[in-house]
């Protein structure tokens, strides 16, 4: 059974940083994308920052030159490094595996929170 875990979350102040990590467990073949998406109270869930199979990075604009995505195969994680946190950066923080084997599939992790104080 596939499973994604995500830490790192937590509270800090405007301009401050924060490091997510997802890890998952479990099989999963045919590895499109990773990504971390994130969901503020009330709006709907937006993309963040995706990394395909082969390495390379997209990121929304909100968040270009702030945060870097990357991943470590070896250890079947993902990592978030946000840096200059502004407080409209406050959400619940995703992770996704889109899996094209035998179809399109996609993996869900539980969320970690971050919250931006100013």
């Known amino acids: 059974q596939v499973q994604l875990v995500e830490s790192g979350g937590g509270l800090v102040q405007a301009g401050g940083s924060l490091r997510l990590s997802c890890v998952f467990s479990?099989?999963?073949?045919?590895?499109?994308?990773m990504a971390w998406y994130r969901q503020a109270p009330g709006m709907q869930r937006e993309l963040v920052a995706q990394i395909s199979s082969g390495g390379t990075t997209n990121y929304a604009d909100s968040v270009k030159g702030r945060f870097t995505m990357s991943k470590d195969e070896a250890v079947n994680a993902v990592y978030l490094q946000m840096n200059s946190l502004k407080p409209e950066d406050t959400a619940v923080y995703y992770c996704n595996v889109r899996s094209v084997f035998l179809g399109e599939r996609n993996y869900w992790g539980q969320g970690t929170q971050v919250t931006v104080s100013s």
């Open positions: 479990g099989s999963i073949f045919g590895i499109k994308t």
